[in-house]
């Protein structure tokens, strides 16, 4: 379990009756006041105050429990002075109890199309509230049974049923057909509990899935399933044309087939089906351009002709049993031939005349005769002629039991007959016998039936026309799944009973006299099946012509994805032309395709993988035990879901692997299109409560223990400050950030506000919101927080704090430099900055402090040469070797080279020291430059003495801005009297040391300019006779130099005046000498200030001694470096000398542009280990 605790600073107690009146002042419509005011503002507390509440621009589902209407918004003034005040001010955003109940007790759910986003829908939505709506009146019978039954039974049962029982045997065509039922009613009970856990709008299984898994999941399953829908009418439609070219009306052939054989005959068929097909869909596709109503009157029709059909065919099983029905089947040998040219089953026919041969002769002999040369097969053979329907009594299932698989061009031979035949003569007039015209085997009669079982969406689709939905979709469904399932079931063992073997597998019933095969089997009469499948053949194209295009006009109305945005356009009456002439171009295509046998497996890939997402969803929705999954339907398990999902994952593969992958790849790439380039839609989906889960689970494992150093990086707290609009100054922090991360990891963007939550919240939401556009146009990816406090100081506490989650925490800080910390009124910028530091210490937190941030690189700009280089002065757990290597994987980095320098002390050997640091870089696997900079101990110089003289004077005179102006004044004066008295005793003309740090001037605190910038020159130094205190606005001020100023009082707000101190050239202009350059006469009078000296801090004299030596070698070192990575010292134990600290800093990175000061978190953070 994850704890935290944020330690802050309070402002006082508040009495119990504070808090009661602030309590009552908040219910009576008065914002909480303070002190006095209070009191004033009670007597106004019966005044009306309009509270108006802000979203978080999220768009929800529209909703009926909160009714927004003008009706509404009328309706609950009836409340206002009753006895409901306390909540008068809730009334437009919480409605009455009441005033819910009335709109669910009128809500109508007769969606028409995807109308569930309000904010895109506001105007149709107004108009569809003044059109009065009729109630659905649909029960289950008609609103979902019925029409399940006409999806599910389709072309394949009239088509292709008897030849799957023929090629795949009864055992495994009836495994193929439980494989397939149980999918669908695995899919149809997930389908059941999401179309029950709320209203499912137009959409079908797009509107589930989009919900249940999120917009990415639900385009790109959503377009799956439409382009299965539109390759399903393609299907249907060469189901029609395959019965009216072979079987209703053959004459009517633009390419005829008389004549032709093998593959001429082949591309023939082809042929006429691509014409045939292609003005079948345009006529198709007119009906349902003109009125889609034309379609649904028709649909009655349509399911009449189904259902008709099989019952004929349960009526012709039945009168097997009692008289079977004659179609013979002729036999060569063992061969099946094609009864089309013959009359007779036999060679020669006895007549009065003698022996008189057939025409079945003439077909395998050269002349009419007896002694005539004939087909060598046919001479060795008989000719035999069965009955091709036994009977159901006959016996004839045993042999029916098993396969047999065909290769393209076999002959279709009955397996318990034996024929005389050489094998090694070659298949002679191969055209007269029943020939397989494609390759046969399980996985692909499991693609060619699978759409035999598809089309159990079509009750949740008709969901707004239903008078209870949640009761008549998973009724009506799982009955007709039931219903289907057991036709097929009971036709495949009911077909092997009946129907011998070669006219099962003879597909398009050459061997009986042309005949539909299962059309042979129907009662009264063959065209009874032959003319009630055309007619729903053609029923079912024209619901998937009028399905489809709804389905992707829900799709790009929901305009999650951009280029389909142009077909959620509409005729005036809501008719989707262009996703109409969409769908038809689509469906075109698999009419070129021309073959049922090829089109039938992909849309099965398209169905399945939409089935398959259904039952993820439900899995997941149940696994993650979601709030609001609450489905009516409760016969449910994720268990069954699972088993669901991964049965549509099997027979994907099982129909076809390629076409499988193909699927898959055309899913997985709209699903990353719509994720890069679709709209942000919050649909509450399972995705995100998986992700929400997930990140549960890894943040509990992350609180096991501290991560291990090989899986350290730096987590980054990056703090900002924020201008008076809220928009970042220091915009470079960010992109310094991105150049660190490259990304990775963690990174919180973090910014203070002053002032109470209450008062500045839209300020933070700004703030926040400027801080997110900062990130996105910076690349950084993370989080960002904003925390208003009573003050900066406890803001950042409180950042540092409580940003992360768990083990998901911080390890770093980057802040920028204060800038301008000298002036007096940004005293308290550094004093935090110093504060920030020691917290950071005491979490054991790395901080990085780049100075001059301004001059950092842009994401944009390149360094095509240059140096990284790190001063490493004490160990900080590698920060320092890890930093440089993490900068360089980014681009702007990229091409800089890594120099590592390190002090050497007079006893260290520094020849053993970098032979001993380019060991550790070689194992560290961190390619770069080693050198030792050897310091050793010398004399502190004057410069120092005076420099830390100046830094002291300069502590004193910040201590006495509490002090009166009276108070302050006489303390200046006699600080400068004294320090004028110490420099008159020595010569004023010797003098060239200088005698201050530089300064950046006030004028340059709202530039981003680099602090160094303003210390390009040192400050000449005047006698002291022209040192002048300047006071307040009475006293003029002296006119400043290009020099920055001097002294610490500058600035310096009271109360009562503005009082600054400082040197200002007055004289000759002249530029300071460098220290190294003074005489030995000034020296020597420099020496005679020992009594000052003396009185200096000594622990001060020897850290600004260090910070000078240091400096002078980093720059001797460095100067040209890109960039310069340096130790950053700890913080003074001593709170007083808090500003001395700062000046420390100064002192080690004066003259430097970019600097990266770092300090180590506690902790080892590079590893020589694997």
Same mark, same amino acid.
């Given at each position: 379990?994850?704890?935290?605790?944020?330690?802050?600073?309070?402002?006082?107690?508040?009495?119990?009756?504070?808090?009661?009146?602030?309590?009552?002042?908040?219910?009576?419509?008065?914002?909480?006041?303070?002190?006095?005011?209070?009191?004033?503002?009670?007597? =106004?507390?019966?005044? /009306?105050?309009?509270?108006?509440?802000?979203?978080?621009?999220?768009?929800?589902?529209?909703?009926?429990?909160?009714?927004?209407?003008?009706?509404?918004?009328?309706?609950?003034?009836?409340?206002?002075?009753?006895?409901?005040?306390?909540?008068?001010?809730?009334?437009?955003?919480?409605?009455?109890?009441?005033?819910?109940?009335?709109?669910?007790?009128?809500?109508?759910?007769?969606?028409? !199309?995807?109308?569930?986003?309000?904010?895109?829908?506001?105007?149709?939505?107004?108009?569809?509230?003044?059109?009065?709506?009729?109630?659905?009146?649909?029960?289950?019978?008609?609103?979902?049974?019925?029409?399940?039954?006409?999806?599910?039974?389709?072309?394949?049962?009239?088509?292709?049923?008897?030849?799957?029982?023929?090629?795949?045997?009864?055992? !495994?065509?009836?495994?193929?057909?439980?494989?397939?039922?149980?999918?669908?009613?695995?899919?149809?009970?997930?389908?059941?509990?999401?179309?029950?856990?709320?209203?499912?709008?137009?959409?079908?299984?797009?509107?589930?899935?989009?919900?249940?898994?999120?917009?990415?999941?639900?385009?790109?399953?959503?377009?799956?399933?439409?382009?299965?829908?539109?390759?399903?009418?393609?299907?249907?439609?060469?189901?029609?044309?395959?019965?009216?070219?072979?079987?209703?009306?053959?004459? &009517?052939? #633009?390419?005829?087939?008389?004549?032709?054989?093998?593959?001429? =005959?082949?591309?023939?068929?082809?042929?006429?089906?691509?014409?045939? !097909?292609?003005?079948?869909?345009?006529?198709?596709?007119?009906?349902?351009?003109?009125?889609?109503?034309?379609?649904?009157?028709?649909?009655?029709?349509?399911?009449?002709?189904?259902?008709?059909?099989?019952?004929?065919?349960?009526?012709?099983?039945?009168?097997?049993?009692?008289?079977?029905?004659?179609?013979? &089947?002729?036999?060569?040998?063992?061969?099946?031939?094609?009864?089309?040219?013959?009359?007779?089953?036999?060679?020669?026919?006895?007549?009065?005349?003698?022996?008189?041969?057939?025409?079945?002769?003439?077909?395998?002999?050269?002349?009419?005769?007896?002694?005539?040369?004939?087909?060598?097969?046919?001479?060795?053979?008989?000719?035999?002629? #069965?009955?091709?329907?036994?009977?159901?009594?006959?016996?004839?299932?045993?042999?029916?039991?098993?396969?047999?698989?065909? /290769?393209?061009?076999?002959?279709?031979?009955?397996?318990?007959?034996?024929?005389? /035949?050489?094998?090694?003569?070659?298949?002679?007039? =191969?055209?007269?016998? &029943?020939?397989?015209?494609?390759?046969? *085997?399980?996985?692909?009669?499991v693609g060619i039936y699978f759409p035999s079982v598809t089309g159990i969406m079509a009750g949740s689709n008709r969901s707004g026309d239903l008078r209870d939905a949640q009761k008549s979709i998973p009724v009506g469904t799982i009955a007709a799944i039931t219903t289907t399932s057991f036709v097929y079931m009971s036709s495949v063992i009911l077909f092997g009973a009946c129907i011998d073997g070669v006219v099962l597998r003879d597909k398009f019933g050459e061997g009986v006299h042309g005949n539909l095969v299962i059309g042979t089997l129907a009662w009264p009469s063959p065209w009874v099946i032959v003319i009630g499948s055309?007619?729903?053949?053609?029923?079912?194209?024209?619901?998937?012509?009028? !399905?489809?295009?709804?389905?992707?006009?829900?799709?790009?109305?929901?305009? #999650?994805?951009?280029?389909?945005?142009?077909?959620?356009?509409?005729?005036? +009456?809501?008719?989707?032309?262009?996703?109409?002439?969409?769908?038809?171009?689509?469906?075109?295509?698999?009419?070129?395709?021309?073959?049922?046998?090829?089109?039938?497996?992909?849309?099965?890939?398209?169905?399945?993988?939409?089935?398959?997402?259904?039952?993820?969803?439900?899995?997941?929705?149940?696994?993650?035990?979601?709030?609001?999954?609450?489905?009516?339907?409760?016969?449910?398990?994720?268990?069954?879901? *699972?088993?669901?999902?991964?049965? %549509?994952?099997?027979?994907?593969?099982? %129909?076809?692997?390629?076409?499988?992958?193909?699927?898959?790849?055309?899913?997985?790439?709209?699903?990353?299109?719509?994720?890069?380039?679709?709209?942000?839609? /919050?649909?509450?989906?399972?995705?995100?409560?998986?992700?929400?889960?997930?990140?549960?689970?890894?943040?509990?494992?992350?609180?096991?223990?501290?991560?291990?150093?090989?899986?350290?990086?730096?987590?980054?707290?990056?703090?900002?400050?924020?201008?008076?609009?809220?928009?970042?100054?220091?915009?470079?922090?960010?992109?310094?950030?991105?150049?660190?991360?490259?990304?990775?990891?963690?990174?919180?963007?973090?910014?203070?506000? &002053?002032?109470?939550?209450?008062?500045?919240?839209?300020?933070?939401?700004?703030?926040?919101?400027?801080?997110?556009?900062?990130?996105?146009?910076? @690349?950084?990816?993370?989080? %960002?927080?904003?925390?208003?406090?009573s003050n900066l100081r406890d803001a950042t506490s409180h950042l540092i704090q409580a940003s992360g989650l768990g083990g998901l925490k911080h390890n770093a800080v980057l802040v920028s430099w204060p800038r301008n910390w000298r002036q007096g009124d940004e005293h308290q910028t550094w004093r935090n900055f110093v504060e920030l530091v020691r917290e950071t210490t005491a979490a054991d937190l790395a901080l990085l402090v780049p100075k001059n941030v301004a001059a950092f690189p842009s994401n944009g700009e390149r360094f095509t040469e240059g140096h990284i280089d790190v001063w490493w002065i004490v160990h900080d757990g590698?920060?320092?070797?890890?930093?440089?290597?993490?900068?360089?994987?980014?681009?702007?980095?990229?091409?800089?080279?890594?120099?590592?320098?390190?002090?050497?002390?007079?006893?260290?050997?520094?020849?053993?020291?970098?032979?001993?640091?380019?060991? *550790?870089?070689?194992?560290?696997?961190?390619?770069?430059?080693?050198?030792?900079?050897?310091?050793?101990?010398?004399?502190?110089?004057?410069?120092?003495?005076?420099?830390?003289?100046?830094?002291?004077?300069?502590?004193?005179?910040?201590?006495?801005?509490?002090?009166?102006?009276?108070?302050?004044?006489?303390?200046?004066?006699?600080?400068?009297?004294?320090?004028?008295?110490?420099?008159?005793?020595?010569?004023?003309?010797?003098?060239?040391?200088?005698?201050?740090?530089?300064?950046?001037?006030?004028?340059?605190?709202?530039?981003?300019?680099?602090?160094?910038?303003?210390?390009?020159?040192?400050?000449?130094? %005047?006698?002291?006779?022209?040192?002048?205190?300047?006071?307040?606005?009475?006293?003029?001020?002296?006119?400043?130099?290009?020099?920055?100023?001097?002294?610490?009082?500058?600035?310096?707000?009271?109360?009562?005046?503005?009082?600054?101190?400082?040197?200002?050239?007055?004289?000759?202009?002249?530029?300071?000498?460098?220290?190294?350059?003074?005489?030995?006469?000034?020296?020597?009078?420099?020496?005679?200030?020992?009594?000052?000296?003396?009185?200096?801090?000594?622990? +001060?004299?020897?850290?600004?001694?260090?910070?000078?030596?240091?400096?002078?070698? #980093?720059? @001797?070192?460095?100067?040209?470096?890109?960039?310069?990575?340096?130790?950053?010292?700890?913080?003074?134990?001593?709170?007083?000398?808090?500003?001395?600290?700062?000046?420390?800093?100064?002192?080690?990175?004066?003259?430097?542009?970019?600097?990266?000061?770092?300090?180590?978190?506690?902790?080892e953070v590079i590893t020589i280990y694997s």
């Amino acid at each position: 379990m994850s704890q935290r605790f944020t330690v802050s600073k309070s402002d006082g107690e508040r009495r119990p009756s504070d808090i009661q009146g602030e309590v009552n002042q908040l219910f009576e419509g008065d914002e909480p006041a303070t002190g006095s005011s209070a009191e004033a503002d009670g007597s =106004a507390a019966g005044g /009306e105050v309009l509270v108006v509440l802000k979203g978080d621009s999220i768009p929800k589902e529209s909703s009926p429990f909160i009714n927004s209407s003008d009706a509404a918004a009328e309706k609950s003034q009836q409340y206002d002075g009753k006895n409901m005040a306390l909540f008068e001010e809730e009334m437009d955003t919480s409605p009455m109890v009441s005033s819910l109940l009335s709109s669910l007790a009128n809500y109508s759910n007769l969606p028409q !199309g995807s109308k569930e986003h309000e904010e895109a829908e506001n105007n149709e939505a107004e108009s569809s509230r003044k059109k009065p709506v009729k109630a659905p009146q649909l029960g289950t019978l008609m609103g979902v049974y019925l029409p399940c039954i006409q999806n599910i039974f389709g072309v394949i049962l009239f088509l292709r049923m008897t030849w799957l029982v023929g090629i795949g045997g009864v055992v !495994g065509t009836f495994v193929i057909v439980t494989m397939c039922c149980t999918t669908t009613m695995l899919t149809a009970i997930s389908m059941s509990a999401i179309a029950t856990n709320g209203v499912v709008p137009a959409g079908g299984s797009y509107y589930m899935i989009s919900r249940s898994l999120g917009p990415e999941f639900g385009g790109a399953v959503g377009i799956c399933f439409y382009l299965g829908t539109t390759f399903a009418g393609a299907m249907y439609i060469l189901g029609a044309i395959e019965l009216l070219l072979i079987y209703i009306a053959p004459q &009517v052939a #633009i390419f005829p087939l008389e004549g032709l054989e093998g593959p001429e =005959a082949e591309a023939a068929l082809l042929n006429n089906m691509r014409v045939y !097909g292609t003005i079948l869909l345009t006529s198709m596709a007119t009906v349902v351009f003109v009125g889609v109503k034309y379609v649904n009157k028709l649909a009655l029709v349509f399911l009449a002709c189904v259902i008709l059909s099989i019952l004929a065919v349960y009526a012709g099983v039945i009168k097997t049993g009692i008289d079977a029905p004659d179609f013979p &089947v002729c036999l060569l040998g063992n061969r099946t031939l094609i009864w089309k040219t013959f009359d007779v089953c036999s060679k020669t026919v006895e007549t009065a005349n003698g022996t008189v041969t057939t025409q079945l002769w003439r077909m395998f002999c050269d002349s009419p005769f007896l002694n005539a040369t004939c087909d060598k097969y046919f001479t060795s053979n008989n000719v035999t002629q #069965i009955q091709g329907i036994p009977g159901v009594a006959s016996g004839i299932l045993s042999e029916n039991l098993f396969g047999t698989y065909y /290769e393209k061009g076999d002959l279709i031979a009955r397996t318990n007959m034996d024929s005389v /035949e050489d094998q090694d003569d070659p298949l002679t007039n =191969a055209n007269r016998y &029943v020939l397989a015209d494609i390759a046969s *085997f399980f996985t692909l009669l499991v693609g060619i039936y699978f759409p035999s079982v598809t089309g159990i969406m079509a009750g949740s689709n008709r969901s707004g026309d239903l008078r209870d939905a949640q009761k008549s979709i998973p009724v009506g469904t799982i009955a007709a799944i039931t219903t289907t399932s057991f036709v097929y079931m009971s036709s495949v063992i009911l077909f092997g009973a009946c129907i011998d073997g070669v006219v099962l597998r003879d597909k398009f019933g050459e061997g009986v006299h042309g005949n539909l095969v299962i059309g042979t089997l129907a009662w009264p009469s063959p065209w009874v099946i032959v003319i009630g499948s055309f007619f729903s053949t053609c029923g079912a194209g024209l619901q998937s012509l009028t !399905g489809a295009p709804r389905l992707m006009q829900a799709i790009a109305k929901d305009g #999650i994805v951009p280029a389909l945005r142009i077909f959620g356009h509409a005729k005036a +009456n809501g008719e989707p032309t262009w996703s109409l002439l969409l769908t038809a171009c689509i469906c075109e295509i698999g009419i070129l395709i021309a073959s049922l046998d090829l089109v039938a497996p992909i849309l099965s890939m398209f169905f399945l993988m939409c089935y398959m997402f259904v039952n993820l969803a439900c899995a997941l929705q149940t696994l993650l035990r979601t709030p609001n999954w609450r489905p009516r339907f409760k016969f449910y398990h994720w268990a069954l879901s *699972f088993l669901g999902m991964s049965l %549509c994952l099997t027979l994907m593969f099982l %129909c076809s692997w390629y076409y499988a992958i193909v699927a898959m790849v055309i899913a997985g790439s709209i699903y990353k299109y719509i994720e890069f380039a679709g709209a942000e839609k /919050e649909w509450g989906d399972g995705i995100r409560g998986l992700s929400l889960s997930a990140a549960r689970y890894a943040l509990m494992r992350l609180e096991e223990g501290p991560p291990h150093t090989k899986n350290w990086r730096p987590q980054l707290l990056t703090l900002v400050s924020t201008d008076a609009e809220q928009n970042v100054e220091q915009p470079r922090l960010l992109s310094l950030t991105n150049q660190l991360k490259a990304g990775k990891g963690l990174t919180i963007v973090g910014t203070a506000l &002053v002032g109470t939550f209450l008062e500045n919240y839209e300020q933070s939401q700004r703030a926040e919101q400027a801080l997110r556009k900062l990130m996105e146009t910076e @690349k950084v990816k993370g989080f %960002c927080q904003v925390t208003v406090s009573s003050n900066l100081r406890d803001a950042t506490s409180h950042l540092i704090q409580a940003s992360g989650l768990g083990g998901l925490k911080h390890n770093a800080v980057l802040v920028s430099w204060p800038r301008n910390w000298r002036q007096g009124d940004e005293h308290q910028t550094w004093r935090n900055f110093v504060e920030l530091v020691r917290e950071t210490t005491a979490a054991d937190l790395a901080l990085l402090v780049p100075k001059n941030v301004a001059a950092f690189p842009s994401n944009g700009e390149r360094f095509t040469e240059g140096h990284i280089d790190v001063w490493w002065i004490v160990h900080d757990g590698g920060m320092l070797m890890l930093l440089p290597f993490l900068l360089r994987q980014h681009k702007v980095w990229r091409k800089c080279k890594m120099r590592i320098f390190t002090v050497a002390q007079l006893d260290d050997n520094s020849i053993q020291m970098k032979k001993d640091l380019t060991t *550790f870089l070689y194992h560290l696997r961190i390619d770069a430059m080693v050198e030792v900079v050897e310091m050793h101990d010398s004399d502190i110089s004057a410069y120092t003495y005076e420099k830390t003289l100046v830094m002291e004077q300069r502590s004193q005179m910040l201590k006495q801005i509490k002090m009166t102006r009276t108070e302050r004044e006489r303390e200046i004066q006699s600080i400068t009297d004294s320090s004028r008295g110490s420099i008159r005793r020595k010569n004023p003309a010797a003098v060239t040391t200088q005698l201050s740090v530089t300064e950046e001037p006030p004028a340059a605190s709202k530039d981003e300019k680099p602090e160094e910038e303003s210390k390009s020159a040192s400050p000449p130094v %005047c006698p002291p006779d022209q040192v002048q205190l300047i006071h307040d606005n009475t006293t003029p001020a002296s006119p400043a130099t290009p020099a920055t100023p001097l002294t610490p009082a500058e600035g310096v707000q009271s109360p009562g005046a503005q009082v600054q101190m400082t040197w200002t050239e007055k004289c000759d202009g002249e530029p300071a000498k460098p220290p190294g350059a003074a005489t030995p006469e000034g020296i020597k009078d420099l020496f005679n200030m020992k009594p000052e000296w003396e009185n200096l801090n000594q622990s +001060n004299v020897r850290r600004m001694h260090t910070a000078l030596r240091l400096n002078e070698v #980093i720059i @001797k070192k460095s100067s040209e470096a890109k960039l310069v990575l340096l130790n950053m010292p700890g913080p003074p134990k001593n709170r007083t000398g808090d500003e001395n600290y700062m000046e420390f800093l100064e002192v080690l990175t004066d003259g430097l542009n970019r600097v990266l000061l770092v300090r180590g978190g506690g902790r080892e953070v590079i590893t020589i280990y694997s």
